[in-house]
């Protein structure tokens, strides 16, 4: 089995919470408005529950969630531990990683690039199922009708508010 930690931390939009390995970045949750519903939410993602907490443990990964938050980071410098995900999710993940900053794509698009057209549904439960979200920017996939949909932790208001930051206000299929 491999060793894993977690931690706790607050940004200016709020509290996330991280889970890691020594391969990297497992799991993280969206902001949250304590660190308890931070904590909570990770612990209700991680297979198997929550492994030991590590305090700073994240502190690279939390200066890049700031530098995000703050304008000044377009892409990420984090090693990300995606090894037991399926085959499909792992590419619908790395393909959604395509979408640059201040674009949107659809569902559809998510499935071509991950290698079935035919499953949009599919790439729609990789992106409910995303572990590593704004580093995975699931928030950048939307529905053909140019919708907001699902989206995990705090909900649509936070996609909305993401995709506002970014300045996504057209969809590119």
């Not at 931690?7 to 200016?12: E, L």
């Not at 998510?110 to 590593?132: D, K, T, V, Y």
């Amino acid at each position: 089995m491999i060793e894993t930690w977690y931690d706790v931390f607050q940004t200016s939009w709020g509290w996330m919470s991280a889970v890691g390995s020594a391969k990297g970045l497992r799991y993280c949750s969206l902001p949250e408005e304590t660190p308890v519903d931070a904590v909570e939410f990770l612990a209700k993602t991680v297979k198997g529950g929550l492994p030991e907490q590590r305090e700073g443990a994240f502190e690279a990964f939390r200066k890049q969630v700031e530098e995000y938050f703050s304008g000044k980071r377009t892409d990420w410098d984090i090693t990300l531990d995606l090894d037991d995900s399926t085959p499909f999710f792992r590419r619908a993940w790395d393909a959604c990683q395509l979408i640059p900053r201040g674009e949107t794509r659809t569902y559809r698009w998510l499935a071509e690039q991950a290698g079935n057209i035919a499953a949009s549904r599919g790439a729609g439960q990789a992106m409910a199922r995303n572990r590593i979200p704004i580093v995975i920017p699931c928030h950048r996939v939307i529905g053909s009708d140019g919708g907001l949909h699902g989206f995990a932790g705090p909900g649509l208001p936070l996609k909305a508010r993401l995709l506002q930051h970014e300045s996504a206000l057209t969809l590119t299929d």
